[in-house]
C-alpha cells in the first residue's frame, strides 16, 4: 500500500477506486494557490505513485470547494521580496521559476496519465496544470485564465506556450495569451481545450468515467503510451515517431498479456 502521509497540510490523497488516486489541492480559503508547501507534498505525491505504478494506474486531480487553483500563491512574492528569491534574476530563476516549473515536469514524468477535472477557476498556475494533464474535464462554472500577462509577466509561463499551441492551435492560442482573458467551460470544450463539460454534481464521476476505463488497461500499457505521446509530440519525423512505437510495442508483447488478451477476438470471430 502507498504510504501517503496524513500529515499533509495542502493536498489530500484518496483511492475512490481501485488504482484510480484522486488528489484534491486543499488550500480552498485561498482558491486552491499554489504556494510552496504545496510543490513539495506535489513531488513527494508524484515520486510515491512513481514507485507504485502498478497500484495506481490514474491520478485524477480537482480542487476543494469553488476552484481549481488560482495559480502561485502572490502573497508568497509579498512576502518574499526581501529575501535572496528576489535578489537578482539568477537566484529568481533557481528559487522561484526553476521550482515552480518542476511541478509541470512531475506531472508529465510520472508513468500514470493524468485526468484533471476543473470545477471552478484554473488561472495562472492553475491553468498550466489543467493543461499539463492528459485529459480535461469541466464543470459549467470552471473558466481558464492565462493570467500572467495581467499581472505584467509573460504569457509563456510553466509550459503554457508549449501545450496551449498543441491543444488549440496556434492562433486561439496567440490570443489567449496575450489577452489573459476568461475561456469559459463550453468555449474551452469547443476550442478541444477540454474533453467535456458535466454538472458540477457530476464532475468528479464524469472523470472517474474516463479513469475506469484506463484502470482496465495494464500499467506498462499506460506508461509507455504516455511516454510515446511525450515524445512523439516533438518527432523531428515520422520515422523517428514510430522507431519509439515499434521498442514500446516489443517490449509489451512480451512483457504484456497480449496472447491472453486477443484470445477474445478469436471468440468473437466465432460466435
Known amino acids: 500500500v502507498m504510504n501517503i502521509p496524513d ?36 513531488d513527494q505525491l508524484f515520486q510515491a505513485l512513481s514507485h507504485y505504478e502498478s497500484s495506481f494506474k490514474v491520478l485524477i486531480i480537482t480542487g ?3 476552484a481549481y487553483s488560482a495559480g502561485a500563491d502572490l502573497n ?6 526581501d529575501t535572496d528569491a528576489f535578489k537578482d534574476p539568477e537566484l529568481f530563476l533557481k528559487f522561484v521559476q526553476e521550482r515552480y516549473s518542476s511541478l509541470i515536469f512531475g506531472m ?15 488561472a495562472g498556475g492553475g491553468f498550466a496544470m ?5 485529459i ?39 490570443e489567449v495569451l496575450y489577452t489573459g482573458r476568461k475561456v469559459r467551460a463550453e468555449e474551452a470544450e469547443r476550442m478541444g481545450l477540454v474533453n467535456s463539460v458535466v454538472p458540477r454534481e457530476e464532475l468528479i464521476e464524469g472523470a472517474l468515467s474516463y479513469a475506469r476505463m ?13 511516454g510515446a505521446l511525450n515524445q512523439n509530440i516533438d518527432a523531428p519525423s515520422l520515422e523517428a515517431a514510430v522507431n519509439v512505437e515499434n521498442r514500446n510495442q516489443s517490449i509489451m508483447v512480451f512483457s504484456g498479456e497480449f496472447f491472453k488478451l486477443i484470445q477474445s477476438f478469436f471468440k468473437g470471430s466465432d460466435a
Open 136 to 174: 480535461r474535464v469541466a464543470s459549467p462554472e470552471a473558466y481558464f485564465v492565462a493570467s500572467f500577462i495581467n499581472i505584467g509577466l509573460s504569457g509563456g509561463e510553466l509550459g503554457c506556450s508549449y501545450f496551449l499551441p498543441r491543444l488549440v492551435g496556434l492562433a486561439r492560442a496567440s
Open 7 to 42: 500529515t499533509w497540510k495542502t493536498l489530500t490523497f484518496e483511492e475512490p477506486e481501485p488504482a484510480i488516486g484522486l488528489v484534491t489541492l486543499n488550500r480552498s480559503a485561498q482558491l486552491n494557490a499554489i504556494n510552496v508547501e504545496m510543490l513539495a507534498e506535489l
Open 64 to 66: 476543494a470547494g469553488n
Open 76 to 81: 508568497d512574492a509579498v512576502i518574499h521580496k
Open 108 to 122: 508529465r514524468r510520472i508513468p500514470q496519465p493524468i485526468i484533471s477535472a476543473v470545477n471552478g477557476p484554473a
Open 130 to 134: 489543467a493543461l499539463a494533464s492528459d
Open 214 to 226: 484506463m484502470a482496465a488497461k495494464s500499467s506498462g500499457a499506460l506508461k509507455l503510451t504516455k
